[in-house]
């Protein structure tokens, strides 16, 4: 599967931003769907997923409220809405998929096979 990101960008602290994740080449609820980041010296952090039937969601403890996963797979499209954004989101956002037959755990990288190229989020004011 192909996954391409994009939606990020320079924000001031406290506000949105909607990053969205379009696969190709697929049947996107055969897929998970996650969002992980990786912010400058550390190591990359699972922020949330998503199951293939939406019937399963995850959000880190860290964006808890303030994030939200949600897909449309009629357009093969999974979003991550992140809202009241403060410094330490800063960060690439990458956006992952794993098969659904394949167990999986939202916050271990390596249980995804297929990655985007990466968003950048910056947070300043």
């Known amino acids: 599967v192909q996954l391409q990101a994009s939606g990020g960008g320079l924000v001031q602290p406290g506000g949105s931003l909607r990053l969205s994740c379009v696969a190709s080449?697929?049947?996107?609820?055969?897929?998970?769907i996650a969002w992980f980041r990786q912010a400058p010296g550390k190591e990359r952090e699972g922020v949330a997923c998503?199951?293939?039937?939406?019937?399963?969601?995850y959000h880190s403890e860290s964006v808890r409220g303030r994030f939200t996963i949600s897909r449309d797979n009629v357009k093969k499209t999974v979003y991550l809405q992140m809202n009241s954004l403060k410094v330490e989101d800063t960060a690439v956002y990458y956006c992952?998929?794993?098969?659904?037959?394949?167990?999986?755990?939202?916050?271990?990288?390596?249980?995804?096979?297929?990655w985007g190229q990466g968003t950048q989020v910056t947070v300043s004011s």
């Open positions: 992952a998929a794993t098969p659904k037959y394949r167990d999986y755990q939202c916050t271990i990288a390596s249980d995804f096979g297929s």
């Open positions: 998503i199951g293939d039937t939406d019937a399963s969601r």
């Open positions: 080449g697929v049947t996107l609820d055969n897929y998970h």
